[in-house]
C-alpha cells in the first residue's frame, strides 16, 4: 500500500479532531452551566477528552510517516551557518 493515501487520511484526521478538541474547549470555558448551544456539558466532555485521546495516539504515527521531512526541517533549523 502507498504511503499517500494513508498520509492524506492520516493528516485530516488529525485536523478534524484539532477542530472538535479547539470547539469542545472554547464551548466549555464560555457556556458555565447547562447546556450550550443545545448540547449538555457532560457530552462537550466526552466529545474534548475522547478527541484528545484518538489524537494523541494518531500524532506519534503522523510523525513516524513523515519522519524524512521532519528530520530534514530539524537538520535545516540546527545546521551551523559557514562564517559564524
Do not use: D, Q
Amino acid at each position: 500500500m502507498k504511503t499517500h493515501p494513508v498520509k492524506a487520511i492520516l493528516s485530516s484526521l488529525l485536523a478534524m479532531l484539532f477542530l472538535s478538541i479547539a470547539l469542545s474547549g472554547i464551548l466549555l470555558y464560555y457556556g458555565k452551566t447547562g447546556l450550550v448551544m443545545g448540547i449538555a456539558r457532560n457530552t462537550l466532555r466526552e466529545t474534548h477528552f475522547w478527541s484528545a485521546v484518538l489524537m494523541c495516539l494518531l500524532v506519534p504515527i503522523h510523525f513516524f510517516l513523515n519522519r524524512r521531512l521532519f528530520y530534514s526541517e530539524m537538520t535545516a533549523l540546527f545546521r551551523r551557518k559557514e562564517g559564524r
